[in-house]
């Protein structure tokens, strides 16, 4: 699995990006965006963003601390060495501070990262593609310190079962579609919208971060919970 999602993020790194705006017609965006504002982080956030790629979620927080006139630190974590670069190129095209910016190549089932030593923890579009979300989601409890926020923004299940069919009939049908016209791939998004089909529900992934220790855990449903934002805290 591990190996598979590898070459699906190897193969899709270079198109990704404009890939996710034909997928979702852009309202990727505003889901992060959502995200963002759910984390609201101030200059003393110190956030490790898990499965962060290209950067989306981790160039939010910089713009969200500079737009606040301070200045902030974010490590970006991800197993598939393409997309890290993918997000380099793109961090100098924006012009960050590359000084703001760890990029780290390493499973999130396995951080190499200190216990404790974070305020915050997100992961967005990632955990359904991780082998064992269990260990993923101890491994985040572990670096959070006491305290520390744990936010995944994820596809979920969509209610109600009406929306469901349509959403089945675009996902199945139009993405591998677009995926082949618009990045010249087919499989790796068929694979993508398989993994999305066999994620945990609200209910059921709420309860996974609760046994992996978190507390206080709540969801939001985005778009008629085409996806969700889960929350939890290290107390
Ligand atoms: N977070 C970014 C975003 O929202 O645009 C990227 C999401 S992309 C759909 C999923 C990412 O998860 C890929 O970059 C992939 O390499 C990464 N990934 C998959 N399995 C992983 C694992 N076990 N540990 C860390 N990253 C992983």
Redesign the pocket.
């Known amino acids: 699995m591990?190996f598979l999602?590898?070459q699906?993020?190897?193969s899709v790194?270079d198109s990704?990006?404009a890939m996710?705006d034909v997928m979702s017609c852009g309202v990727?965006r505003l889901w992060?965006d959502e995200l963002m504002r759910t984390l609201d982080p101030s200059p003393h956030t110190r956030l490790l963003?898990?499965?962060?790629?290209?950067?989306?979620?981790a160039f939010r927080y910089l713009k969200y601390i500079s737009d606040m006139k301070g200045d902030g630190h974010v490590t970006i974590?991800?197993?598939?060495g393409?997309?890290?670069e993918e997000g380099k190129k793109r961090a100098f095209n924006l012009e960050l501070n590359q000084d703001n910016i760890s990029w780290v190549e390493?499973?999130?089932?396995n951080l190499p990262m200190k216990s404790d030593s974070y305020s915050a923890y997100?992961?967005?579009?990632?955990i359904r593609?991780?082998?064992h979300i269990d260990k993923?989601l101890d491994e985040a409890y572990r670096v959070l310190e006491p305290g520390g926020r744990f936010l995944c923004?994820e596809f979920s299940q969509v209610n109600p079962t009406a929306l469901r069919w349509l959403y089945d009939q675009y996902s199945f049908n139009v993405i591998p579609v677009m995926g082949h016209v618009v990045a010249g791939q087919w499989k790796p998004y068929q694979y993508?919208v398989e993994s999305i089909r066999k994620f945990p529900c609200q209910e059921d992934f709420k309860y996974m971060i609760e046994s992996a220790g978190f507390r206080c855990v709540t969801y939001t449903n985005l778009t008629f919970g085409v996806v969700a934002i889960h929350s939890g805290f290290k107390l």
Not at 106 to 109: F, G, I, L, N, Y
């Open positions: 591990t999602v590898h699906v993020f190897k790194a990704y990006d996710n990727h992060k963003d898990v499965a962060g790629g290209t950067g989306d979620i974590a991800d197993i598939n393409s997309m890290l390493c499973d999130a089932e997100t992961i967005a579009f990632g593609n991780v082998t993923a923004l993508l």
